[in-house]
C-alpha cells in the first residue's frame, strides 16, 4: 500500500496524468469533509454511537434475534425512505408516502383475501397502484403547477379516507398466503445466506477492480489500490460478521421451530439499493435528476425535459411506498386502518434527511435512506427495550432529525463559503 504524499504519474493516451496516492486520496476527502461535503459520516458516526449506548444499557440489543428483528421492523421505512431520496433530489416533498403505502398494501390484502387473488397477481397490482398514484401526483405537480406541498398533503387526507373505505370502515383484513407473509417474516437458509454474503463482497469487489481499470484505460484519474483494497476489505467485514450473527439460532425452543439465517427482506433491500444507485450515479436519468434539483432552469435551458423527470420521481416515490406497504402488511400479516399512518411518514422522511439527504435538493444518494433507516430502527428499538414510552421515543427521533437538517444546513453554509458548491 503506498502512503507517501506524492502523487505518481502515468501514462494513458499519451498524457500524463496525477494519480492520487492512498494519503492524498485521504487529505482529499478531509479537505472535501472540512469543505461542508459531509455525506453520510454524521449518521454513520450516530449509529455507531447509538449502538454503543443501548449494547452498554440492554445486552439483548446486540442479541441475535433483536438483530435480525432491526431489518423486519424497519424494511417498510427503509423502502419508502428509498424513494423520498429521489422526490427529495428535486427538492420536493411527498407526504402521502406513508399512507399511499397503506392503500397499496391494503389493495393486495383485498384481493388476496375478498376475491381469492393468487400473489403473483395482487403483488402486481399493489405496485400498479403505486404508479397510478405516483402519475396522478407527478402530473398536478408537473403539468397543473400545484405546490407538492400541497398536492400530497391533500392526497395524505385522502388516502386515509381512502384506506377507511376500503376495509370498510376500519376492519382488519388478515392475508394467508404463505409467500406474502414470508416475505418479512422468513430467513434464507443457512448455506444460501452464506453463499448470498460471499457472492455480494465478489460482486462489489469486481465492480470496483472493473471500474478502475476502466478510467485507468481512458486516462482518467483513478481511487488508489490501496483505498479500493480498504473498501471491499470493510465490506467484506461488515456482510460477512453480520452473516455470521444471523446465522446463529435465535429461537428460544430450536426443536420446535429453528429460526436462523440471514432474513429475506435483506436481499431484497439490497437489490433495490444496488438498481436505484446504478440508475442515479450511471445512468442518464440520474444526471438528469441531480441537475434539475441543483438548478432547475439551467436544466431546462440544457434541454432536459424537466416535467417528464419531475413527474418520475413523484412515480419511483410512490412505487417504492407500494413496496414498503407489501411488506408492512406481511410483516403484520394483516391490514388495518393504520398501516401506513401513525409515525412511518415521519420516519421515513427522518431517514432520508438523517442519512444525509438535502432538503434543498440537488444532493443524496440511495444509501442515505439504508443508512439513515438503520439509525431511525435503533433509536426506536433500543429505547423500547430500555422501556421508553412513544412520547419519549417521539421526542429523541424528533430531536435527531432537528441535528440532522442542522448539520445540513450548516454544511450547506460551510459549502457556499468556501466555494465548494
Known sequence: MTTSATPTTTTAGGLRVAQPTVASHLHEYWQR??????GSLPA????????LIFAVARETFTSPLNFANLFNQGAQVVFIAMG??????????????GFASGVCGAVMAILLTNHGWPWYGAIPAALLTGVVIGLVLGLLIAKVGIPSFVVTLAAFLGFQG????????GVNISIRDSFVIALNNKNIPVLWSWILAVAAVIGYALVQLNRRRARAARGLVTDPAGVVLLRVGGLAVIVLAMTAVLTQERAVNPAINSLKGVPIVVPIIAAFLILWTFVLGRTTYGRHVYA????????R??????????ISVFVIGSFMAAIGGILAVSRASSVDPNTGG????????????????????????VINAVIGGAVIAVIDNGMGLMGFSSGQKFIFTGLILLVAASVDALARRRAAATGTR
Open 33 to 38: 469533509v472540512r469543505g461542508g461535503d459531509l
Open 44 to 51: 454513520v458516526l450516530g449509529l455507531i454511537v447509538l449502538s
Open 84 to 97: 423520498l431520496i429521489f422526490v427529495l433530489l428535486l427538492g420536493e416533498i411527498d407526504l402521502s408516502a
Open 162 to 169: 381512502l384506506l377507511l373505505v376500503l376495509l370498510g370502515g
Open 292 to 299: 434539475v434539483g441543483g438548478n432547475t432552469e439551467a436544466a
Open 301 to 310: 435551458r440544457a434541454g432536459i425535459p424537466v416535467d417528464r423527470i419531475r
Open 342 to 365: 401513525s409515525n412511518i411518514l415521519l420516519y421515513s422522511v427522518g431517514a432520508a434527511v438523517i442519512g444525509g439527504t438535502s432538503l434543498f435538493g440537488g444532493k443524496g444518494k
